[in-house]
């Protein structure tokens, strides 16, 4: 069969509230993506980097604790109106960052920032689960991860250019308005939706002992958690690292963006390849990609780049293949996250989801509490190098883990509801 025959879509298109969503989730995470330079901005100087993980830790324990929560509650009322709200809430918390640049009062207001993101992941994931065919499943999640890092990209590109041209205070007004934006689109635009659960009032911790009851979610649910623990130490730390060792602010929005470009650019390519070959191979090529940077960043960085008194220089030859494992590193997000919905029950999608949510935020909240620990036990101008060991510890573990998981599915020669849905979509 020819690779273009390969990769239609077999006549299934994506619903009009589907390209609503990825849009507004684009809006969405262009502003989160801003922040992450706007804050290391808004607290750079003396002990800037100490400053950045305070702020931070808040944030993804809030997300981690009230994730599952909004997930199952989407279940009841409905996906958009907890978006909705979730996308508001977060609106408002970026315009008050305007207001002081303390940093216990950034950490509070982080924290709040914090169940406003726990909001608009779970049951924006479970939407796509509830509207997307079985069989285009993986393209959908991967549209959904795309419009996510190019997001991230693009609000990188401008947090960068705003450190250099605005005040930081500036820039967070600009943000809550893209996130009121984002808000508005979801409110006019989407339809009311069919609950899942209409007729129950309450959640329940039963619903997520079913999802746990579900191999496959049990098997990629510590993956998850360390593959979040890692983005959460380069997303949290790298900016203000980067900052102190003199890169510009436009620099480091240029440098994130084609980090950016290489992990997202083929994400719904990603999932059309778990669609028709099976979700846990891409995984598995996913986690070995990123397996490759970590290794290459941590034994051979001399290889791919340098800085003198002149700046950052790179290397062609190196960054050849630490760009071949960005590409492939896309690979993992949207074939779990097809995997995870392939498995569970249409009505617990949101609660399923809702565990994705938790584990980014939980993974941040472990990256950032470690890092707060490390960079008070060796101080700012060692910690960057120990970080890196810590995420390399990491990544070594979620390789083992995926051998594990890739090994004991075909040693059961079975693959449960996944080999039915993979044989299903392959005809």
């Not at 573990?397 to 004991?408: E, G, H, N, P």
Request: aromatic share 12%; glycine share 10%.
């Amino acid at each position: 069969m020819a690779m273009a025959q390969v990769f239609k879509s077999r006549g299934i298109r994506t619903p009009w509230h589907l390209r609503v969503l990825y849009i507004s989730t684009f809006l969405l995470r262009t502003a989160f993506g801003a922040l992450l330079l706007l804050l290391s901005a808004y607290v750079a100087g003396d002990e800037g980097l100490l400053k950045v993980a305070i702020i931070a830790v808040p944030y993804p324990l809030a997300e981690m604790l009230t994730a599952n929560y909004f997930g199952m509650v989407s279940d009841r009322t409905g996906r958009k109106p907890i978006i909705v709200f979730g996308t508001t809430l977060a609106a408002i918390t970026v315009a008050l960052y305007a207001l002081w640049d303390n940093t216990w009062y950034l950490a509070g207001l982080h924290g709040i920032h914090g169940i406003g993101a726990a909001a608009t992941v779970a049951p924006a994931i479970a939407m796509i689960a509830d509207h997307s065919d079985v069989c285009d499943r993986g393209r959908q999640m991967g549209w959904f991860d795309y419009s996510t890092f190019l997001g991230y990209i693009v609000g990188a590109v401008v947090g960068g250019f705003m450190v250099e041209l605005v005040d930081p205070q500036l820039g967070f007004l600009v943000m809550a308005a893209m996130l009121a934006a984002s808000a508005t689109m979801l409110y006019t635009l989407v339809k009311k939706e069919k609950v899942a659960k209409a007729g129950e009032k309450y959640v329940s911790l039963d619903e997520l002992r079913k999802v746990f009851k579900v191999r496959e979610v049990r098997l990629v649910f510590p993956i998850w958690l360390i593959i979040a623990t890692l983005l959460g130490i380069a997303i949290t730390y790298l900016p203000i690292i980067l900052l102190n060792e003199d890169v510009s602010g436009s620099m480091i929005g240029i440098m994130f963006a084609a980090a950016g470009v290489a992990l997202g650019l083929l994400q719904p390519f990603w999932g059309k390849v778990s669609d028709i070959v099976g979700r846990i191979p891409v995984m598995a090529y996913g986690v070995f990609s990123i397996f490759g940077i970590v290794v290459m960043l941590l034994l051979f960085p001399d290889a791919a780049f340098y800085q003198d008194e002149e700046g950052f220089h790179f290397k062609l030859l190196g960054m050849i293949p630490l760009g071949i494992f960005g590409l492939g590193a896309g690979a993992f997000v949207p074939s779990a996250l097809a995997l995870m919905a392939d498995s569970s029950d249409a009505k617990c999608y949101g609660a399923t989801m809702g565990l994705y949510s938790f584990a980014l935020g939980f993974g941040a909240f472990v990256a950032e509490s470690i890092g707060l620990g490390i960079i008070v036990t060796t101080g700012t101008e060692d910690a960057p190098g120990w970080l890196l060991y810590f995420a390399a510890g990491l990544i070594f573990l979620a390789v083992a883990l995926m051998i594990i998981f890739f090994l004991s599915t075909i040693i059961r020669k079975r693959f449960g509801k996944q080999k039915l849905v993979d044989d299903e979509c392959s005809r």
